[in-house]
């Protein structure tokens, strides 16, 4: 049977909570019978307090991370620093007519990471750092992306192409919920979460949230309201009361390019 939609879902239905066992390791009493020497004497120690022994060590010290600089060297990760430059260097083209998921001016930016150096600069110290940025810009519906020299302060490179749909990040998601309480199919959920808490549900901050792409290729059913799915940014969100139980939307599939949230069962 499947569950009606805003379901609350315990804990364990849907998690799995991993337990860690603590193995100890003892020597029997008839040990020093049937061990060697060398066995007896550390058994005749540990029961005559250990003498001998080095004492325990002290309480550990966590020594101060080192400072950051502004440009890290080889395959150190970006410095904070970096990533601003990237990110900054690659948007610049579309921060006047791209839109972000809350359709404000910009770029919705997904990644950054390290890129890989070229042949040959193999070995190089003075291989230049790149970063290689994705942005999805709402407006067309294209994943974007570019690799910049944040050495030389220039972008090298830029793709463009849709149809790519890579997993929803947490603004992406957050936009989900808040359309999700905005439209009529968010009343499960704002009465799961009263019935948990007693309180109101009016943000998505009170939620810990994760998702996925919607994949219309992979559902048996494809709701009309989904079929642009794909060319679309449409995503599945999983939702739980930060700190208590999970919430069941699965049910439920948001096209955020649309802006419009339909009830897409599973399978």
Known sequence: MRRHLGKLVAGTAIAVTGTA?????TLP????AQAGPIARAAAGERASGEPGLPP????GVVAAAPAEGKRGTGRDPLTDDELERARRLAA????RTALNAAGGRGPQHLTTDLAESLPSEAGSAAAPRRAVV?????RTDRLVTTTVDVTGGRVES???????QPSPVRAELREAVELILASPHGAGLRADYRAATGADLTTPAPLTLSGYAYRREREARVPPGLRSCGVHRCVRVIARITGGPWIDTRDLAVDLSARTVVVAPSG
């Not at 325990?56 to 309480?59: A, I, L, M, W």
């Open 21 to 25: 066992a603590m193995v100890a390791v």
């Open 29 to 32: 009493d008839t040990a020093g």
């Open 134 to 138: 994705s942005y999805y810009d709402y």
């Open 92 to 95: 610049a083209p579309a921060a």
């Open 56 to 59: 325990p060590p002290g309480p």
């Open 158 to 164: 830029r793709s463009a192409r849709q149809g790519v």
